[in-house]
């Protein structure tokens, strides 16, 4: 099958008139300059660029968003709202898991996502007994990304404690709770199930290093790996001060540190968050190779703080963006918020771009190589070889607006209403 787009944004930059040969959603040749394209080639409106990843999603989170904007203490913040999200998950059926993830994920390709990377926690009954099936859950959100046409990688979470003392799981955390040999039962089934997807990837989450404890999670990495060979980690890391000071109290080190003092953090690794780092901190996470997947939307609606992006960035670190608790679900809105907590701390403007590269450009590129790094799926770069789950810029910009600043405006001109970019699928 070949398409034609008016425009696509290659590794060197923009092209007009844009022909891709796909086969088995995999783009086999890109050729330029085709004015002409045959009868048999089909023309899709808008401009094709790097496909989009969505790397942490909670799917049940979706029906809870916009629902605990209240006080409930004199302080609200962060550890409040976990108290109210715990109350909402207590009954939720796989049934009404699977409508919410059919809306949300419906909801991300419609806002320009090709793929979502679901760090998937609430995995059993209430009280904590598994489903007959043990990955009912997950099959259910698996099932409902591919109607929604996003590809799919699931994270199961090893969740294991209630906090850095041991404490056992209490209430609504019971749900997320599984034992060594349950939790790789899981993985088994899940590979055997769905490994041969050409939509669906696998790799596993720890939820935190205060909900698993480090031999545990050691040991279990070392099992998964057996199952799952080089597959991508996700992990929760240094979001909240409070979560520092704990693990300092705990273990004398920040969770950053001793992540990497105590596992091989590489490209396979996905931090989420990584809010709160030292210097050393983000120069070490950004030498690894692995990807840092901010969420700054979440962010900013838990009171998380400022990921301090810059000295990352010239640091060489990758980067990805994720809508974590969906009280917004927007690419755009995402990178145009992760630039715009740096404006506001920094006092400047056009903090996130090179010399040569604009902001627009360099967030949207940053964000799409990052996310497609650690889910498994492949370059996220328009090239043979590639996939063709591309992200796609509505027409009526691609002719208004200056093809130089197209994913500029795209990014940064929000007007209630308007959705600039979508999913496309071959
Ligand atoms: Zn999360």
Redesign the pocket.
């Known amino acids: 099958m070949q398409y034609h787009f008016p425009k696509a944004f290659l590794p060197d930059g923009w092209h007009d008139d844009v022909v891709l040969t796909v086969r088995d959603h995999t783009i086999e040749h890109v050729e330029v300059g085709v004015a002409q394209p045959g009868a048999d080639v089909q023309r899709v409106a808008g401009a094709a660029i790097p496909s989009m990843t969505n790397v ?1 999603s ?1 799917a049940f989170q979706y029906a809870f968003a916009g629902l605990s904007e209240y006080r409930t203490a004199h302080a609200d913040d962060f550890w409040t709202w976990r108290a109210l999200m715990y109350n909402f998950v207590a009954t939720l059926t796989p049934d009404e898991v699977y409508a919410i993830g059919q809306r949300l994920y419906r909801a991300m390709y419609a806002a320009g996502y090709t793929t979502v990377a679901e ?1 998937h926690y609430l995995l059993h009954q209430p009280g904590g007994t598994p489903y007959d099936n043990p990955n009912e859950m997950a099959d259910a959100l698996i099932q409902a990304a591919l109607e929604a046409g996003l590809r799919i990688c699931m994270l199961p979470v090893f969740y294991q404690r209630g906090g850095f003392d041991g404490r056992p799981l209490e209430g609504g955390q019971q749900r997320f709770g599984s034992s060594h040999d349950l939790f790789l039962r899981m993985v088994d089934k899940l590979n055997s199930d769905w490994a041969n997807h050409p939509s669906v990837r696998l790799g596993v989450a720890l939820h935190s290093l205060r909900a698993v404890s480090i031999p545990a999670a050691q040991a279990l990495l070392a099992d998964v790996d057996m199952l799952l060979p080089g597959c991508p980690i996700h992990i ?1 890391v240094a979001e909240q001060t409070k979560e520092v000071a704990d693990c300092l109290a705990a273990t004398g080190q920040r969770p950053v540190e001793l992540l990497l003092d105590t596992f091989d953090v590489n490209e396979r690794w996905c931090l ?1 968050h990584a809010t709160h780092l030292t210097d050393d901190e983000g120069k070490r996470v950004a030498q690894s190779g692995a990807v840092v997947g901010v969420c700054p939307t979440t962010e900013a609606n838990l009171g998380d703080g400022v990921f301090r992006a810059e000295d990352y960035m010239q640091y060489g670190g990758n980067l990805a963006v994720g809508s ?1 608790s969906h009280i917004s679900v927007d690419a755009c809105e995402e990178l145009r918020l992760l630039e715009y907590a740096q404006r506001l701390t920094q006092q400047r403007r056009n903090v996130l771009c090179t010399e040569t590269t604009s902001c627009g450009p360099w967030l949207w590129n940053w964000a799409a190589n990052g996310g497609a790094a650690v889910t498994g799926f492949g370059p996220a770069a328009i090239q043979p070889g590639a996939s063709a789950h591309l992200s796609l810029i509505d027409p009526g910009l691609v002719a208004s607006v200056p093809t130089d600043r197209l994913l500029d405006h795209v990014v940064f001109h929000h007007v209630a209403g308007r959705q600039p970019v979508r999913g496309f699928t071959s």
Do not use: V
Request: charged letters at 15%; a negative charge; glycine letters at 0%.
């Open positions: 942490h909670h760090f929760h989420i974590d």
